[in-house]
């Protein structure tokens, strides 16, 4: 199985801050990373795909980067609403798995 | 507008039953593969198992194998889950998620459901 390590586990930033969020990968997975956005009682929402394919009606401010084993999702400026938890998943292979999750937080 | 709705959700003894269901609306949906993925209270996403659109391919995670079954009925627009043998540690919400894309199989989820409680407890 390939395991998903994602970091760091909390992060504390205030608005306007730039915010970036690893996840690495215990094998190659070829991009097949996708990133999301939770907010507490919501179901996860699709951020980003193919590592940096930005889904339709995401802002900007987020991109997403990497490659072979090693991905970044980044927050260029962070706004309110961007206070939540993020995972990565992986889904090059069977099972799927995604991140521990990391949990912004306004500083 | 892309709709998933799950049901079928409650509270369950050990070792009881449960079928959940996702009732698809706004798309093709026999053009897409489907997946379940669950949250335990408090922690993090974990898949459970995916359905490729034509059911021709069937994934789960280790956790579950041999006690779920998923299954798809493409005329009635619905995914199911049927969780047997149920644990505690299968308490969780349970999320129906569409893959983002009509190709391949367990892939990134575009579109989720509200999700549907399920508590397995004496």
């Known amino acids: 199985d390939i395991q998903m390590t994602q970091s760091p586990s909390s992060l504390s930033a205030s608005v306007g801050d730039r915010v970036t969020i690893t996840c690495r990968a215990s094998?190659?997975?070829?991009?097949?990373l996708a990133w999301y956005q939770q907010k507490p009682g919501k179901a996860p929402k699709l951020l980003l795909y193919a590592a940096s394919r930005l889904e339709s009606g995401v802002p900007s401010r987020f991109s997403g980067s990497g490659s072979g084993t090693d991905y970044t999702l980044t927050i260029s400026s962070l706004q309110p609403e961007d206070f939540a938890t993020y995972y990565c998943?992986?889904?090059?292979?069977?099972?799927?798995?995604f991140g521990q999750g990391t949990r912004l937080e306004i500083k | 507008e892309v709709q998933l709705v799950e049901s079928g959700g409650g509270l369950v003894k050990p070792g009881g039953s449960l079928r959940l269901s996702c009732a698809a609306s706004?798309?093709?949906?026999?053009?897409?593969?489907m997946n379940w993925v669950r949250q335990a209270p408090g922690k993090g996403l974990e898949w459970v198992s995916s359905?490729?659109?034509?059911?021709?391919?069937?994934y789960y995670a280790d956790s579950v194998k041999g006690r779920f079954t998923i299954s798809r009925d493409n005329a009635k627009n619905s995914l199911y889950l049927q969780m047997n043998s149920l644990r505690a540690e299968d308490t969780a919400v349970y999320y129906c998620a569409r893959d983002k894309s009509p190709q391949g199989v367990a892939a990134a989820g575009s579109h989720w459901g509200q999700g549907t409680l399920v508590t397995v407890s004496s």
């Open positions: 998943q992986q889904y090059y292979s069977t099972p799927v798995l």
């Open positions: 094998q190659g997975i070829s991009n097949s």
């Open positions: 359905i490729s659109s034509s059911s021709s391919y069937i």
């Open positions: 706004g798309f093709t949906f026999s053009s897409y593969s």
